[in-house]
């Protein structure tokens, strides 16, 4: 069974930056779309970044222009480059990872990274 491990998580200040880490304990063929998501407390998890067809990148409007999802070129992690940073950006980030191998799609989750931002 294939994990995902993040790592970056801390405490900020306002207008800092965290880079996540998510890498994947083995190699995943078929991935489709790597994405991050986060969850505050007392809120639902929502999607912040993804990164579809190895290139393609849509960000949720509260993180555009600050934030940035890139890929390994060996396709076993992913990152949050996380700039400009707002106390509204603490949460646990949760990375991603769907992947098809014909008709079968596989649906893998970190365990999740508390990133807490200070005014």
């Known amino acids: 069974q294939v994990q995902l491990v993040e790592s970056g998580g801390g405490l900020a200040q306002a207008g800092g930056r965290l880079t996540l880490s998510c890498v994947a304990s083995?190699?995943?063929?078929?991935?489709?779309?790597m994405r991050w998501y986060r969850q505050a407390p007392g809120n639902q998890r929502t999607m912040v970044a993804m990164?579809?067809?190895?290139?393609?990148?849509s960000y949720a409007d509260s993180v555009k222009g600050r934030f940035t999802i890139a890929r390994d070129d060996s396709w076993n992690a992913v990152h949050l480059q996380m700039n400009s940073l707002e106390p509204e950006d603490t949460a646990d980030y949760f990375c991603?990872?769907?992947?098809?191998?014909?008709?079968?799609?596989?649906?893998?989750w970190g365990q999740g990274t508390q990133v807490i931002v200070s005014s």
């Open positions: 991603n990872i769907v992947a098809q191998t014909g008709k079968e799609i596989n649906d893998y």
């Open positions: 990164l579809s067809n190895g290139t393609s990148t």
């Open positions: 083995a190699y995943i063929p078929g991935i489709i779309a």
